[in-house]
T-cell receptor, first 117, second 113 residues
Framework: DAGVIQSPRHEVTEMGQEVTLRCKPISGHDYLFWYRQTMMRGLELLIYFNNNVPIDDSGMPEDRFSAKMPNASFSTLKIQPSEPRDSAVYFC???????????????FGPGTRLTVT | QQQVKQSPQSLIVQKGGISIINCAYENTAFDYFPWYQQFPGKGPALLIAIRPDVSEKKEGRFTISFNKSAKQFSLHIMDSQPGDSATYFCAATQEAGNTPLVFGKGTRLSVIA
């Protein structure tokens, strides 16, 4: 299994530009999570999906952030317009089905390092 | 949001020594407590986890100690090695409903020779 795949691995953009981060979860996992990691705030949960449906987006910082999961194998996190304070590492993680007894084992992708100048 | 408080923020241990990282939680409904390990440039990866029906779980050099009455749990790394140098996160959640993990802020461990 290739694990959780994220792209791009690094993104440098100018303030005001739109940024789209992509994630492919592990096949068969039906939970998908987006996190943001900074030195100051640690790992923050932004939003998570169950069976492609957003369950809790209370961690999304503001309306500039949006996330979609059009199918079980793809999700995007979009920032429009981007600001320097959005600079962080963004992680996608997926989790297997709850009845497996291992629903809480989250598998993280390698992350996307975003720099907004 | 329910909090998990982790300490220390950073830790330096001599090779062969014992590394100890502590976490405390507030929500008594939490019943699953994993530890994640993160190397630079990588995503966190599950290291070891415990449920409150036991007070200790050991996997190789890694041990979780759990104190339900104090609402605390800790990670002990025995015979610490330079390859253990990483950031460690504790987390907690409720099993029912597959609610998301609540993470501590992390501990950066450096094991020096």
């Amino acid at each position: 299994d290739a694990g959780v795949i994220q792209s791009p691995r690094h993104e440098v953009t100018e303030m005001g530009q739109e940024v789209t981060l992509r994630c492919k979860p592990i096949s068969g996992h039906d939970y998908l999570f987006w996190y943001r990691q900074t030195m100051m705030r640690g790992l923050e949960l932004l939003i998570y999906f169950n069976n492609n449906v957003p369950i809790d987006d209370s961690g999304m910082p503001e309306d500039r952030f949006s996330a979609k999961m059009p199918n079980a194998s793809f999700s995007t996190l979009k920032i429009q317009p981007s600001e320097p304070r959005d600079s962080a590492v963004y992680f996608c993680a997926s989790s297997p089905k709850s009845y497996s007894g291992r629903a809480y084992e989250q598998y993280f992708g390698p992350g996307t390092r975003l720099t907004v100048t | 949001q329910q909090q998990v408080k982790q300490s220390p923020q950073s830790l330096i241990v001599q090779k062969g020594g014992i590394s100890i990282i502590n976490c405390a939680y507030e929500n008594t409904a939490f019943d699953y407590f994993p530890w994640y390990q993160q190397f630079p440039g990588k995503g966190p990866a599950l290291l070891i986890a415990i449920r409150p029906d036991v007070s200790e779980k050991k996997e190789g050099r890694f041990t979780i100690s759990f104190n339900k009455s104090a609402k605390q749990f800790s990670l002990h790394i025995m015979d610490s090695q330079p390859g253990d140098s990483a950031t460690y996160f504790c987390a907690a959640t409720q099993e029912a409903g597959n609610t998301p993990l609540v993470f501590g802020k992390g501990t950066r461990l450096s094991v020096i020779a």
